[in-house]
C-alpha cells in the first residue's frame, strides 16, 4: 500500500482484516500520485515496455498480516453491509420514482 492510508497501522490492520491478505507498506507515501501518473506517462509513450520498473522505486517497508478473529468478524458484517447497500438501491430507485 502507498500513499496517504499507508501511514497509519490502524488503517493497514483494517485492509489485512476486510480483505484477508497480507498488506505490504512500501516507501512510497506522499508521491505515490505523482509516481503513476509518470509510469503511465512512460508506459504511454513507449519508454518502458513494462510497468516492471516501478519494482525498483519502491522499497518493502513493512507487511502486516490479518488477524483470524477480526477476518472472522469482518466476513460476518460484510453479509449486512451487502444487504444495506441492496436496501439503499432500492430506496433510491424508490424515490427516483417519485419524480
Same mark, same amino acid.
Not at 447497500?85 to 424508490?94: F, L
Given at each position: 500500500?502507498?500513499?496517504?492510508?499507508?501511514?497509519?497501522?490502524?488503517?493497514?490492520?483494517?485492509?489485512?482484516?476486510?480483505?484477508?491478505?497480507? #498488506?505490504?507498506?512500501?516507501? #512510497?507515501?506522499?508521491?505515490?500520485? =505523482?509516481?503513476?501518473?509518470?509510469?503511465?506517462?512512460?508506459?504511454?509513450?513507449?519508454?518502458?515496455?513494462?510497468?516492471?520498473?516501478?519494482?525498483?522505486?519502491?522499497?518493502?517497508?513493512? #507487511?502486516?498480516?490479518?488477524?483470524?478473529?477480526?477476518?472472522?468478524?469482518?466476513?460476518?458484517?460484510?453479509?449486512?453491509?451487502?444487504? #444495506?447497500?441492496?436496501?439503499?438501491?432500492?430506496?433510491?430507485?424508490?424515490?427516483? =420514482?417519485?419524480?
Amino acid at each position: 500500500t502507498v500513499g496517504g492510508g499507508a501511514i497509519s497501522p490502524i488503517w493497514r490492520q483494517i485492509y489485512a482484516d476486510i480483505f484477508d491478505i497480507n #498488506i505490504v507498506k512500501t516507501d #512510497i507515501i506522499q508521491n505515490s500520485a =505523482s509516481l503513476g501518473a509518470a509510469a503511465l506517462a512512460a508506459f504511454g509513450t513507449g519508454i518502458w515496455d513494462s510497468y516492471n520498473p516501478l519494482r525498483k522505486a519502491h522499497e518493502n517497508k513493512e #507487511i502486516t498480516y490479518p488477524i483470524a478473529e477480526n477476518v472472522a468478524k469482518y466476513k460476518k458484517y460484510i453479509v449486512v453491509y451487502q444487504k #444495506i447497500c441492496e436496501y439503499q438501491s432500492y430506496i433510491g430507485d424508490m424515490i427516483k =420514482s417519485l419524480e
